[in-house]
């Protein structure tokens, strides 16, 4: 009784450092290892402090050598699935194999698309999933895998609501790039997207007592008899073992910092910096492709146009969908800010030195939270005045007063002349104080990836199921096509790692 007593203890504990964002780490890591992982987290990309970053992980010692399904990767992906196969009874673990979990979700920052919301209806917004398909597919240049497609704009409202229910609201709705209608739904306060939905699933894991297990890196995905059977994971660097389970759902995300693999099909690639944590290496795709998995567009690599060079961090398409324009280093317009990210890329590159600057007034920074985090990271620069921001910025003062002037004129009349931008064009940029943001392009995303069908299994040359293996997130391909929309990602995990949770227990339920 009293050995369950402490258990219990324990377990309650645990759930309040989670709650207060004050937990010290993995409970059997000594000081030593605690510092070290510190230093990977801020090798990582210098993230903000997050909840992620503070909680405490599944103690090795609570390591079972069976579960009914194994997730590989702890990011928004992985978390939902876990979630969704808990709720259908079944005994899921996580294997994460960096410090801490979130993954790349961690850093998404301008929100979730989806269409014909409860919180678009309640603010009066039409929309519809027609559409939405309709503006991907165009994104993607029409090379969008179609079943995938439909399938995540039809779930995607559904996706909104599971979140809402689970204590994650997103119904503060802007716009990105390539879209017609605002429906890249945010936090309530217009924060960053990323670290709210990362630190949200995990509090809804740990309080649904999935063990969790951190510094677990998965070498191998195993098979018997045609079917998936477990994995072969190292723990902390030192121990392999080797656990069973009845399904694998491969949520490893893609292969941004990966630049090996990105080379040999992207050569022209070599030399950009990359948003993506370190983690993101593609370990689950040449584990699937093992197994008899295909992949897909390979080949296609989104590059983000507003990244901050220094760090190689993003700086989200919600800016802009909030009203900032781009200028170039002679304080002109160039392009229409919210085309999709491979046309403002390209004009970007076209620019002399291949860089431009975010340009916004402090209403774009009320309304956008995320400027909150840039500028504490010291990318913002502001002034008083627009001649006193341009000076800070080293571009041509009556240039850039004209170039806000005619902007300004252009939102009142609600007609860009220049480059025939109609969204994110509510509010002009008259309120000072004035600030800017130095940019430049950086590979973002993979589009490419393993091939699923919609019940995300994965699939073989043949078009078959590998029995026992699922899919989800950026390390699937196909859904994006050629380019992806701004804040469809977000979408993807959720949507795609509800489903894989939901059809991986049914699968487990049918053996």
Not at 113 to 136: H, M, P, R, V
Not at 385 to 392: D, F, P, T, V, Y
Request: proline content about 2%.
């Amino acid at each position: 009784m009293r050995k369950k007593a402490a258990a219990l203890l324990v377990l309650v504990l645990s759930f309040v450092l989670v709650i207060a964002g004050c937990g010290s780490g993995n409970q059997n890591n000594d000081k030593n290892q605690g510092q070290e992982n510190t230093k990977k987290e801020e090798a990582a990309g210098n993230e903000a402090v997050s909840g992620a970053s503070k909680t405490s992980y599944t103690p090795l010692d609570q390591l079972q050598d069976k579960y009914d399904i194994i997730i590989v990767g702890a990011g928004g992906a992985g978390m939902s699935a876990a979630l969704e196969a808990k709720s259908k009874g079944l005994n899921p673990v996580i294997f994460e194999k960096m410090p801490v979990a979130g993954g790349n979700t961690l850093k998404a920052s301008s929100g979730m698309n989806a269409s014909e919301t409860k919180f678009q209806k309640e603010q009066g917004i039409e929309d519809s999933n027609d559409l939405f398909y309709e503006e991907t597919l165009k994104g993607g240049h029409g090379t969008n895998d179609k079943e995938l497609l439909r399938f995540f704009v039809d779930n995607s409202a559904s996706a909104i609501d599971w979140l809402d229910s689970i204590g994650i609201r997103l119904n503060n709705i802007t716009i990105t790039g390539g879209m017609g209608e605002k429906r890249t739904h945010r936090p309530e306060d217009g924060s960053a997207v990323g670290q709210y939905v990362a630190n949200g699933l995990l509090k809804n894991v740990q309080e649904q007592q999935i063990p969790l297990f951190v510094n677990a890196n998965v070498k191998e995905i195993t098979e018997q008899d045609g079917k998936v059977n477990g994995v072969k994971v190292l723990f902390d660097q030192k121990d392999e073992k080797t656990i069973t389970a009845d399904a694998v759902v491969v949520t490893t995300g893609g292969y941004g910092s990966n630049m090996d693999m990105i080379s040999k099909v992207r050569p022209d690639l070599e030399g950009l910096v990359t948003t993506n944590q370190e983690g993101s290496t593609g370990d689950g795709i040449q584990m699937i492709e093992k197994l008899g998995g295909v992949t897909v567009d390979m080949d296609q690599i989104q590059v983000h146009p507003t990244v901050q060079q220094d760090k190689s961090y993003l700086i989200g398409e919600a800016v802009r969908g909030e009203g900032a324009i781009l200028v170039s280093n002679e304080g002109k317009r160039f392009v229409n800010e919210l085309d999709t990210r491979d046309k403002v890329t390209a004009a970007i590159n076209e620019l002399s030195d291949k860089s431009a600057y975010l340009v916004f007034d402090s209403g774009v920074k009320s309304r956008a939270k995320a400027i909150e985090q840039y500028d504490k990271m010291g990318f913002v620069v502001a002034g008083d005045s627009i001649e006193a921001l341009a000076k800070e910025m080293g571009v041509p003062e009556d240039q850039l007063k004209t170039t806000l002037d005619t902007w300004n004129e252009a939102v009142k009349n609600k007609n860009d002349a220049e480059f025939g931008r109609t969204t994110g064009m509510d509010n002009d940029l008259s309120n000072g104080p004035f600030y800017a943001i130095k940019i430049a392009p950086g590979i973002h995303y993979t589009m490419g990836g393993v091939k699923i069908n919609t019940n995300t299994e994965v699939v073989n040359k043949d078009g078959q199921p590998i029995a026992g293996l699922f899919a989800a997130g950026e390390v699937v391909g196909g859904l994006h096509g050629e380019n992806r929309i701004g804040g469809n990602s977000v979408a993807e995990i959720i949507i795609f790692g509800r489903q894989a949770g939901v059809k991986s227990a049914e699968y487990v339920q049918a053996q």
